[in-house]
């Protein structure tokens, strides 16, 4: 049994956009939306979002839940210490980093007799040496160590030392784990006057970690503590944003999205790029607005509020035309205009989509409203030819894409995809013509970016190292360190090659769907012209009198300049594009 295509689009579009913010050092966007099916928009109308330009992707994959190391009972006790303890903990004081970290591993591994307490006590020194000799990887695997065990001896302190590492290492390195290990309690032993940009840190870093276990509710509790003070006091918000999208609560989601406005406007600190981090606010507004404008009625059918969608359509408008964001902006708002019937907007943003000016512009979807919206005026021969040319240009396309990939079909091909990933960046990689755009705008997204970065950490770190004295070189202390480093570089790549594998698939997944929806919609067509269409869809077409509205006419602050085949910069997005309807009704 077939289903108003109306119902269809809401159902499979309710999820709110998939955001992912981008502020100094964290990802986080949203893509997609609900949509409103425009009157008699055929089957297969795809879901809203799916836009091209800059990927800003918000929502973390999801990693079960961390459980709590067992507490094996209280800490042990640090005794007498041998005299090489004591020599090694002598040379920690002088700040003699190389020799003391020699020393200490001597302690740490047992090979000077010393009890288990004072071992602990080595381990924790150990790895504050080598985090002062700038071996940040390897003295992360230490603390690592210290924090899956809550009766370690240096367990509360070495929060201290994550929440260093959090700036030392990109987040790919992954410290907000590690940071999931402690509780609000421990946290609140920082809130004094002296760390109390620590406090804020770690409330942060914890509240990152609850949302990526979608524990939206202690991480909102968590954001909250975060100060107006603190340099995280905007990527707080903007989680608290986001986790509030997650929970379906468009209110308070806003708001937060409004502070950030708000404390950026009142210079803030911790913003590296101001006008980027507004834009993305007021582009976060928009969407959840967005979202939040279409509900089901008790019927199941969608209803509009008009009062929301125009907040989504006040808060897109305020990205600004230089933004990355901009064109995001422009076709996420006309799929708004699309849900209010007004078409000649809808027309107008697409128009100016396809301007000269953004020759790298990617929006397949596009192509797909267009001929929805003239579908749904009853402009059928239109529409088909819309569908004809995006078919011709889109499925050559996806075959080139589809081909690309098929050179890491199999297991183990993470390795080889980050070179590729490396290659595309570099502009080095071996791509046809006609995709090399495509394929460069998939994996162009900042969490990609950071991923590379935290290869690119490790190898400066490894040539430090080859760097060091021999003595710490070739002592067991160095071999450890190596291995630490090649194991923690071969995750990154492989990481880094599955995160950016997941993006070209996902990219060309929605190619694939927009192909899909074009042939349903000429099925519709021909059922529309044999006089077959469905009663749900044929009903809610447009007639001729409702297609007044979108006749283009001026006001008292504008004035009608036809179109002559050139774009002018300074006419890009005001374009108008009047459709009559030829429905009978």
């Known amino acids: 049994m077939r289903i108003s295509l109306a119902r269809k689009i809401v159902l499979t579009a309710i999820p709110l956009l998939s955001l992912a913010l981008v502020a100094p050092h964290d990802s986080y966007a949203q893509k997609g ?3 409103k099916p425009a009157a008699g928009a055929p089957k297969g109308t795809p879901k809203p979002g799916a836009a091209g330009g800059a990927d800003i992707e918000l929502d973390e994959p999801a990693t079960p839940t961390q459980p709590k190391a ?45 009890d288990e307490g004072n071992k602990q006590l080595a381990q924790y020194h150990l790895a504050i040496s080598l985090y002062r000799l700038k071996f940040y990887q390897a003295a992360y695997g230490i603390f690592s160590e210290i924090a899956d065990k809550p009766n370690h001896l240096k367990f509360n302190e070495t929060l201290l030392w994550l929440s ?23 946290i609140e032993k920082f809130n004094n006057n002296n760390q109390r940009d620590l406090y804020w840190q770690l409330n942060y870093l914890l509240g990152r970690y609850k949302y990526r276990n979608r524990q939206y509710e202690d991480a909102l509790r968590l954001f909250t503590k975060v100060s107006r003070e603190s340099k995280y006091y905007v990527r707080a918000q903007f989680f608290s944003g986001i986790s509030n999208v997650q929970l379906r609560k468009s209110v308070p989601a806003v708001q937060s999205f409004q502070r950030i406005v708000g404390a950026i406007d009142e210079g803030v600190e911790g913003v590296d790029d101001d006008s980027r981090m507004r834009d993305l606010a007021h582009l976060s507004m928009a969407r959840t607005y967005y979202s939040a404008s279409v509900r089901l009625d008790e019927q199941g059918s969608p209803t509009i509020d008009s009062t929301k969608l125009s907040a989504a359509v006040k808060y897109w408008n305020k990205v600004d035309v230089g933004s990355e964001y901009w064109l995001d902006s422009l076709f996420e708002e006309s799929w708004a205009y699309f849900m209010a019937g007004d078409y000649a907007h809808a027309l107008g943003n697409i128009h100016t989509l396809q301007a000269p000016y953004f020759p790298n512009s990617y929006y397949p979807e596009a192509e797909v409203l267009r001929s929805v919206i003239y579908f749904a005026n009853c402009q059928y021969d239109d529409a088909e030819v819309i569908v004809a040319k995006l078919q011709t240009k889109y499925q050559p396309l996806y075959d080139e894409l589809n081909k690309v990939l098929t050179r890491f079909k199999g297991d183990g091909q993470e390795e080889a995809f980050y070179k590729f990933l490396k290659d595309v960046r570099d502009g080095k990689a071996d791509l046809p013509p006609r995709i090399k755009t495509v394929v460069e705008n998939a994996l162009s997204d900042r969490q990609l970016l950071r991923h590379l970065q935290y290869v690119q950490l490790l190898d400066d770190e490894a040539n430090r190292f080859k760097k060091a004295p021999g003595t710490f070189r070739d002592s067991p202390l160095g071999n450890d360190t190596k291995d630490a480093l090649q194991l923690a570089r071969d995750i990154a790549v492989r990481n880094a090659g599955t995160l950016a594998k997941e993006r070209y698939q996902r990219n060309l997944d929605e190619l694939n769907e927009h192909l899909r929806d074009s042939a349903k919609i000429l099925i519709d067509i021909t059922s529309a012209k044999r006089n077959q269409l469905d009663q749900a869809i044929a009903g809610s077409q447009v007639t001729a009198k409702e297609s007044e509205r979108n006749i283009v006419k001026a006001d008292d602050e504008h004035v009608i300049w036809p179109f002559d085949g050139e774009y002018w910069r300074d006419e890009l997005g005001f374009y108008r594009q009047t459709i009559t309807s030829k429905c009978g009704r």
């Open 70 to 114: 067992a507490d094996n009972g209280p800490p042990p006790t640090a005794g007498q210490m041998t005299e090489p303890a004591a020599q090694a903990k002598r040379l920690f004081d002088s700040e003699k980093w190389i020799d003391a970290s020699l020393a200490l591993y001597r302690v740490y591994k047992g090979e000077t007799q010393d």
């Open 164 to 186: 260093k590492l959090a700036t030392d290492l990109p987040e790919p390195a992954d410290i907000v784990e590690r940071v999931g290990k402690y509780n609000d309690a421990q």
């Open 33 to 35: 939306g609900a949509k």
